[in-house]
């Protein structure tokens, strides 16, 4: 069975965020010895809540990518938001488009969630 899963926010509140970190937590605890891959995409606003100014959210989120959690980042949200690659959390991979992404993991069987 396919437990793959994309995780897609497009929202500046860090609740939000927090949300799809205490999603993602849990989907890997309840899945324990499964293999699968985990990725959030962010887009729009939500780019802004993965740069360094945002430290308890990504002290959240290092544990989950420890274990594999990748975050995927929108380059056009990006540039629309003026913020340069430096400012962004380590680990984060940088996508041309987000919604571009979330398509290509829903075609490769990624079940899709946003919050």
Same mark, same amino acid.
């Given at each position: 069975?396919?437990?793959?899963?994309c995780?897609?926010?497009?929202?500046?509140?860090?609740?939000?965020?927090? @949300?799809?970190?205490?999603?993602? =937590? &849990?989907?890997?605890?309840?899945l324990?010895? %499964?293999?699968?891959? $985990?990725?959030?995409?962010?887009?729009?606003?939500?780019?802004?809540?993965?740069?360094?100014?945002?430290?308890?959210?990504?002290?959240?989120?290092?544990?989950?990518?420890?274990?594999? @959690?990748?975050?995927?980042?929108? =380059? &056009?949200?990006?540039?629309?938001?003026?913020? %340069?690659?430096?400012? $962004?959390?380590?680990?984060?991979?940088?996508?041309?488009?987000?919604?571009?992404?979330?398509?290509?993991?829903?075609?490769?069987g990624?079940?899709?969630?946003?919050?």
């Open positions: 069975m396919n437990y793959d899963l995780l897609h926010i497009d929202s500046s509140e860090p609740a939000t965020l927090q @949300l799809v970190l205490k999603n993602a =937590a &849990n989907y890997c605890k309840a324990p010895g %499964e293999s699968f891959h $985990l990725v959030v995409v962010a887009n729009g606003p939500a780019v802004r809540l993965f740069t360094d100014e945002h430290t308890e959210l990504r002290e959240q989120a290092v544990p989950l990518m420890q274990e594999g @959690l990748e975050i995927r980042l929108c =380059a &056009n949200a990006l540039a629309d938001n003026k913020i %340069e690659r430096s400012r $962004l959390w380590q680990g984060c991979e940088v996508v041309p488009a987000g919604l571009v992404e979330v398509v290509r993991l829903q075609r490769e990624f079940a899709y969630i946003k919050p």
